[in-house]
Every structure is written in C-alpha cells, then in structure tokens.
C-alpha cells in the first residue's frame, strides 16, 4: 500500500494517491490496461467491486487487488470520522498506509496545514530509513534513504551541519536533463566548499541521484509535506530550490 501510494504521487504531482475520485466506473476501461485504469480500479472498489470480480475484469493478482482494497477500505474510514473526531490511531494508521497529509484533509474535509498541525501534535513523524541495495543478502549500509511511517526507529544520525538541495523530480517532455544537470552544478560547486549536501529526488536515471553526487540522497516525493519533514529531521544550514 505504502509503495503504491507514494508511487502515484511521484509520477503525477497532481495526483494526491489511490484516488477513488478522478474516474468514474467503467468496465470496458479496468479490461484494458492503461495509466488510467488504477484510477478507474480505486472508483471501482469504492462503489463496492469484489476482489473476485475485479479479478475477473483486470486480471491483475488477487494478493495486488487486496492491496487496493484496504486503502480504499481506509479512505471510507477516514471519510466517516470526520475532521473533528480523529484519534492519534486513525491517523497514524492512515500514515502507515502513506496517506499524504493532502488526502486525508481531502477526505475528513479540513486542510493539509491543520492535518500537519494535528500529526505534529500527536507526535506522528516518519523515520528515515536506509534502502537496502542488496535485498538483504547481507547487512548494507548506504546514502540512499527514504522515509517511512512504518518504522519505530531512525537509521542513522542527524548532525545538521547539510546544505539541502530540492532536486526536479520526474522527467516530462520540455523538463528533464538541463534542469538536473543545474541540480548537480549546484551539488558540486557546495562540495568544492567544503559542503556537506543533501539532495532530495527521485528519478533513478538522472546524475543527480548517482550515488557519489550528494552525502546524503532521499529518494522522495518533492512535496510540500515531505520536504518539510525532511527539513525537521535534518535540520540543514540552508536549502537550495533547483
């Protein structure tokens, strides 16, 4: 669910996560596979699809369908709280299953500020956690990090002596190599200072996300909820908008 959620966002700004309300119901459109039909599949959930039916209809794997269906479940959950009545469980609940900030105000009919706010004061905060490069054959230890709610710990240290750089996410048509490229001038330039940097991106195949660009790299969505967490976990010097 976590990976799927923040999977949509991070290919589509302008999608909040497993949206139940961008596409309406359409049989003929969960038969056939586009980039749309997710969007189609979570309508399809909402209104009362079984798994076994979607099964028959995407032919997508039922362990996948079961998935979908708990945040779909979760958003109807969120739907029937409310803005006034939601518990520090409810909410954490909804963060371990990467509901952003934005869609859990959507769905309890408040703002993405006071949802912040309330989680700040429930002290629900991710962690951040090293990906593991190797698939647990052995014990790796990496700059590549990721922030997770579904964690009870931190996986390293947060000195706060780095220079945070906000990196251009996903490639489009018109955006992609040269605006990357000012992100790496500005990672090297921060070196030959005798910087520590942080870069905050998520695109793969750019330079900016190469390993030995930055001294710390979060593969992350660039959102206004996630940069900011960042920022208060690491507490930098100074942050550079790309």
């Known amino acids: 669910e976590e990976a799927f959620q923040k999977a ?13 309300n961008i596409k309406e119901v ?20 909402k209104q009362g699809y079984t798994v076994e ?23 109807k959950t969120l739907q029937s709280v409310g803005s006034t ?7 954490r609940k909804a963060k371990k299953l ?19 706010k309330l989680r700040e004061e429930y002290h629900i905060t991710p962690f951040v956690k090293q ?14 990090l990721y922030l997770t709610y579904n964690g009870s710990t931190h996986d390293l240290d947060f000195p706060g002596d780095y220079t945070m750089v906000l990196g251009s996410g996903v490639y489009r048509i018109g955006s992609s190599v040269e605006f990357d490229w000012c992100a790496v001038g500005c990672l ?3 070196r030959n200072q ?6 905050i991106n998520y695109n793969p195949e750019t330079v900016s996300t190469d390993y030995d660009m930055s001294d710390r790299l979060y593969f992350e969505e660039i959102s206004f909820e996630v940069v900011m967490d960042i920022y208060n976990i690491e507490k930098p010097h100074g942050v550079i908008l790309s």
């Open 8 to 20: 949509l966002r991070m290919v589509d700004e302008n999608v909040n996560g497993f949206d139940p």
């Open 26 to 45: 359409n049989e003929n459109e969960l038969r056939e596979p586009t980039d749309k039909r997710m969007f189609v599949l979570a309508a399809a959930l």
């Open 53 to 75: 039916k979607l099964y028959e209809l995407t032919k997508i794997d039922g362990w996948f369908l079961e998935k979908f269906k708990n945040i779909i479940d979760y958003y």
């Open 85 to 91: 009545s939601i518990t520090s469980e409810v909410l």
């Open 98 to 116: 990467a509901f952003s900030d934005k869609q859990i105000a959507a769905a309890i009919k408040s703002t993405e500020v006071a949802v912040r």
């Open 131 to 144: 990906i593991d490069t190797v698939a647990a054959e052995w014990p790796a230890s990496t700059n590549y």
């Open 188 to 190: 090297r330039e921060l």
């Open 194 to 199: 005798d910087k520590k940097t942080i870069m």
